[in-house]
């Protein structure tokens, strides 16, 4: 199993700025994808922001030009930076990850608990 740990979450008023990190653990996996999505209330979960294992990243459309993904493939952990935040990204942040057991074939997906950003008007 995978393991995901995040942290960085809270309340912030609107303009300013969050990081979330994430750390990723197990034995005798590689991780492949990783990156953030989000859930807000009654909403269904959407991408934020990814990064593969070589770097190439890709956003969410609302979020492009404010947050910026980063990684550390090294030590498996992502972070996200988030500026000019909005109250519509008032969410439950997942950290995501896409990892392969060593000696298996097929790679599968795993989530962290998600950590709560609140944005005030």
């Known amino acids: 199993q995978v393991q995901l740990v995040e942290s960085g979450g809270g309340l912030v008023q609107a303009g300013g700025s969050l990081r979330l990190s994430c750390a990723a653990s197990?034995?005798?996996?590689?991780?492949?994808?990783m990156g953030w999505y989000r859930q807000a209330p009654g909403q269904q979960r959407e991408l934020v922001a990814r990064?593969?294992?070589?770097?190439?990243?890709n956003y969410a459309d609302s979020v492009k030009g404010r947050f910026t993904i980063s990684r550390d493939s090294a030590k498996n952990t992502v972070d996200l930076q988030m500026h000019s935040l909005r109250p519509e990204d008032t969410a439950v942040y997942y950290c995501?990850?896409?990892?392969?057991?060593?000696?298996?074939?097929?790679?599968?997906?795993?989530w962290g608990q998600g950590t709560q950003v609140t944005v005030s008007s």
């Open positions: 197990g034995s005798n996996y590689r991780v492949n994808d």
């Open positions: 995501y990850s896409n990892a392969l057991r060593i000696g298996y074939f097929t790679p599968n997906d795993y």
């Open positions: 990064v593969t294992r070589g770097g190439t990243t």
